[in-house]
């Protein structure tokens, strides 16, 4: 009598497969926890390259300014931070807001600086912030503030470019002098 032997290789098959699952799992779990804790070490910080306030006839006919922000990336993992939003305000009141698109990938350890060149009539300035710059022309310091969200993506999973966006706000106050 010839008996034959039968293997499971279905349980087995199916081990083996639950077995790569769960290992891919974690594995796209911890890539995602490694990219959070790359994303809480972006920092945006800025300065004034130029402040030039114009006057004619004893009174301010404009305002031409330079601000560049720095976004820096300290964590040992590549950032994409295509946006940023900003508002500015100068000496409490606010001089205006904009969106920044286009902004590339920021490599382990870099910083990038954005410039944001900006140029007002008198016309198109709030009459308290003309009193804040005269103000400012008479004390020779401001006190600035910079809010605003940068925008990083990240990748879902580790070779496949699925992304998804997350929100890092900042608010920076400065005296700036004159």
């Known amino acids: 009598m010839v008996r034959s032997l039968q293997i499971p290789i279905r349980k087995r098959s199916h081990k083996k497969a639950f077995t790569i699952i769960l290992v891919l799992i974690i594995v796209v779990i911890g890539w995602n926890i490694f990219q959070l804790y790359s994303l809480t070490q972006v920092k945006v910080n800025y300065s004034f390259s130029k402040i030039e306030i114009t006057y004619g006839r004893f009174l301010l006919t404009g305002l031409n300014l330079s601000i560049t922000l720095q976004v820096t990336n300290p964590s040992p993992l590549s950032i994409l931070v295509p946006d940023i939003d900003y508002t500015i305000y100068l000496g409490g009141q ?44 008479s004390t020779h310091t401001i006190t600035t503030l910079v809010t605003g969200n940068a925008y990083p993506r990240i990748s879902l999973i580790p070779i496949l470019p699925v992304y998804y966006t997350f929100s890092i706000p900042f608010s920076i106050t400065k005296t700036v002098p004159f």
């Open 94 to 137: 606010m001089l205006t807001s904009g969106h920044i698109t286009g902004g590339g990938a920021l490599s382990s350890g870099s910083a990038t600086l954005i410039q944001i060149p900006l140029s007002f009539s008198s016309g198109q300035l709030d009459p308290a912030l003309i009193s804040v710059l005269n103000q400012y022309i």
